[in-house]
């Protein structure tokens, strides 16, 4: 995977994530973003090999209640390079 693949990926990645910067922060909620980054990567992308966290685990309730929501992504290059891990932190409204 190229810089310039990763570029627009992080590009593609912000703009799904937009439209949930000042939704409520729920598992159903963290289940549609992994959905949506999921669809986004093998539809898109043609990236088979991924991974999304967005639960519990990165979303603790003391950044919860400042309206912070984190994501997590990892890529498989597919070209041996390895995995590409990327943090994408929304900040909306507490």
């Known amino acids: 995977m190229q810089p310039a693949d990763l570029k627009v990926i ?16 729920y598992p159903d909620t963290w289940k549609e973003i992994r959905d ?25 309730s003391g950044t919860l209640r ?8 990892a890529l498989n290059g597919n070209d041996g390079s390895g995995f590409y891990y990327m943090t994408f932190r929304l900040k909306g409204l507490p």
């Open 66 to 73: 400042q309206g912070i929501l984190y994501v997590d992504v």
């Open 36 to 60: 949506e980054l999921g669809g986004l990567f093998v539809n898109d992308r043609r990236i088979y090999d991924w991974m999304v966290v967005c639960d519990k685990t990165n979303n603790f």
């Open 10 to 25: 992080q590009t593609k990645v912000k703009s799904v994530l937009r439209q949930y910067v000042f939704g409520l922060s």
